[in-house]
């Protein structure tokens, strides 16, 4: 079965299109503090004392999920039954 170059061209387009929709959308600041249900001034101070992964540009802050994902992660408290 012979794939005509029309073809070839919508399937490119669909991958592309799914491609697009894989990488990690950045969090504003607003979002980063509800998606963590932290106030404000705690994401403040985490950033400010670089405990949490963030981008900055100009005023602006900007989070990864996969970056609040492993603060988060990284502090977890162990049940007794684990220790």
């Not at 969090?27 to 985490?46: D, G, I, M, N, V």
């Not at 949490?52 to 990864?64: A, D, E, N, R, S």
Request: aromatic share 10%; with cysteine; charged share 25%.
């Amino acid at each position: 079965m012979a794939t005509t170059q029309n073809e070839i061209l919508e399937r490119l387009g669909r991958i592309e299109t799914l491609l697009a929709g894989n990488q990690p959308q950045p969090l504003s600041f607003p979002e980063a503090c509800k998606y963590l249900h932290f106030a404000p001034s705690t994401l403040y101070r985490l950033t400010s004392k670089s405990l949490i992964g963030h981008f900055k540009t100009g005023k602006l802050l900007f989070f990864l999920r996969e970056d609040l994902d492993k603060f988060l992660l990284a502090h977890r408290i162990s049940v007794r039954k684990e220790i």
